[in-house]
């Protein structure tokens, strides 16, 4: 299929990975930053891509069909709603708004205009979580009983929003995405504003994810100040756990079990070793391409909005959460 030409919008750690996958494939026409050095970088390494620091620039060239989202979290909704009253298709980076009205707004505009809105969830484009997702609904692990995602990392540099604003995304859509779930809800929260910068850079849900009738518990946890990363995933079954260490570089899952004898018995499944966001930004190409719903819609956003302003609220509720981490 011919590729539709898109402008990435905010070129920082991530935005630079987003223009390297949409150039590989073929689809970059245009990148917009303010700041000239990151847009001279660009420049030298797609000379023939057009940079620019304006979005009025970007929304008013004929050639830009789509627009991608990369800059800081509480700029995607007015950017987004700038460029589908524009005429464009929006992929915005994870949150996709920072309010679950605003969210419902972009999907609005999108139906009534005929676009392509979709959320950058990556990790439901990852090929290791869709392996564990089809294992899961072969009952390989049994009934379900648990499921714990640990996202930890030392990062200074994010001091205008909470960790459960940045890591958390990843979490709840994964593991909604993994149980096939109806609706999630946050039972307990914790958060703690370890180093006194005014956000909360620890914290930890326990969710209730509604799966066909039952309830399966899981839990979250998030840190900005540990200083060895930690990307794993724990899904307990009555047969077999399984354990998604992306932070591995091979053997990412491994399905755990017990024999008779009562050895531990560790098993790889197999899976495609596609970069997620090579695989995520196909995707939007193609549902440009077909007019599919794209995988992570605004309905999938829904869900990580709605668990997260209502945790968000509680923890305002309790002011003294950010020193005491006391649960709510």
């Known amino acids: 299929m011919e590729s539709s030409k898109v402008a990435v919008i905010g070129v920082g750690n991530w935005g630079k990975n987003l223009v390297r996958n949409f150039a590989n494939l073929g689809a970059l026409a245009m990148v917009c930053d303010l700041d000239p050095n990151r847009l001279a970088l660009v420049q030298k390494e797609n000379p023939s891509v057009r940079v620019c620091s304006s979005l009025e620039a970007v929304l008013n060239d004929t050639e830009v069909k789509a627009v991608v989202v990369a800059t800081p979290s509480d700029s995607h909704f007015p950017v987004a709603r700038q460029a589908l009253l524009a005429g464009k298709h929006v992929y915005v980076e994870k949150p996709l708004a920072r309010d679950v009205r605003h969210a419902e707004e972009l999907d609005q505009l999108a139906t009534e205009r005929n676009r392509i809105l979709m959320v950058g969830h990556l990790l439901l484009y990852h090929p290791a979580v869709n392996c564990l997702k089809e294992l899961i609904a072969s009952g390989e692990l049994g009934e379900l009983r648990f499921i714990r995602s640990d996202r930890m990392n030392f990062n200074n540099n994010r001091r205008d929003w909470s960790v459960l604003w940045d890591l958390a995304p990843h979490d709840i859509s994964m593991m909604a995405h993994l149980l096939d779930c109806n609706s999630v809800d946050a039972d307990r929260v914790g958060g703690w504003d370890a180093e006194g910068h005014g956000v909360i850079d620890v914290a930890y849900l326990d969710l209730i994810f509604s799966v066909n009738g039952r309830q399966i518990p899981g839990q979250i946890r998030n840190s900005w100040i540990d200083p060895q990363k930690l990307v794993r995933l724990t899904v307990n079954g009555s047969l077999k756990t399984a354990v998604l260490n992306d932070h591995q570089a091979d053997n990412k899952l491994?399905?755990?079990?017990?024999?008779?004898?009562?050895?531990?018995?560790?098993?790889?499944?197999?899976?495609?070793?596609?970069?997620?966001?090579?695989?995520?930004?196909?995707?939007?190409?193609?549902?440009?391409?077909?007019?599919?719903?794209?995988?992570?819609?605004?309905?999938?956003?829904y869900q990580v909005l709605r668990v997260l302003s209502d945790v968000e609220e509680r923890l305002a509720r309790r002011p003294a959460l950010k020193a005491a981490g006391n649960a709510v």
């Open 254 to 301: 491994a399905l755990h079990s017990l024999t008779r004898s009562g050895r531990m018995l560790v098993e790889y499944p197999e899976y495609s070793d596609a970069e997620p966001l090579h695989l995520e930004c196909e995707h939007f190409l193609k549902c440009i391409s077909t007019g599919e719903r794209p995988r992570t819609d605004a309905n999938n956003a």
